[in-house]
């Protein structure tokens, strides 16, 4: 199975999903930072812009929604993909998700299987991250 290298953002404010999908990223190769807000998000992407972020709608502080577009709005961040993972499944959802800004929509429950195949993904098809897969 091929690995990956880079950074990852994990905003999940559930700590047990944040604790799987860190150890999901760091399985195939990622360099992991999670955080359980917002904010907290927002000050961790200007410190050190990652290569993917992974984040859930729900947040405390700020939801996904505005975080996607805060990373879309910032011409240092905007090539970042951003895969929303949440347990809203309804098509407006997704559809919000993307007029913010995700590059791609996982519903939870999901499996480890479809979280790293959909990273993988998202890192190989952003043409800035094409040496990051090997």
């Known amino acids: 199975m091929q690995s990956v290298s880079g950074l990852a953002l994990v905003v999940e404010d559930d700590v047990k999903m944040r604790k799987i999908v860190r150890g999901c990223l ?19 992407l200007a410190e050190q812009p990652p290569d993917i972020v992974c984040l859930d709608l729900m947040l405390p502080e700020l939801s996904g929604y505005e975080i996607c577009e805060i990373i879309r709005a910032s011409a240092a961040l905007k090539q970042i993909p951003i895969l929303v993972m949440s347990a809203r499944a309804s098509p407006a959802d997704r559809a919000n998700a993307e007029k913010a800004g995700a590059s791609a929509y996982l519903i939870k429950p999901f499996t480890i299987a479809d979280l790293s195949a959909k990273v993988r993904s998202l890192l190989k098809g952003n043409s800035n991250l094409e040496a990051n897969v090997r």
Not at 28 to 40: A, F, K, Y
């Open 26 to 44: 760091e399985r195939i190769g990622l360099q992991v930072v999670d955080v359980g807000d917002g904010r907290s998000a927002i000050r961790k």
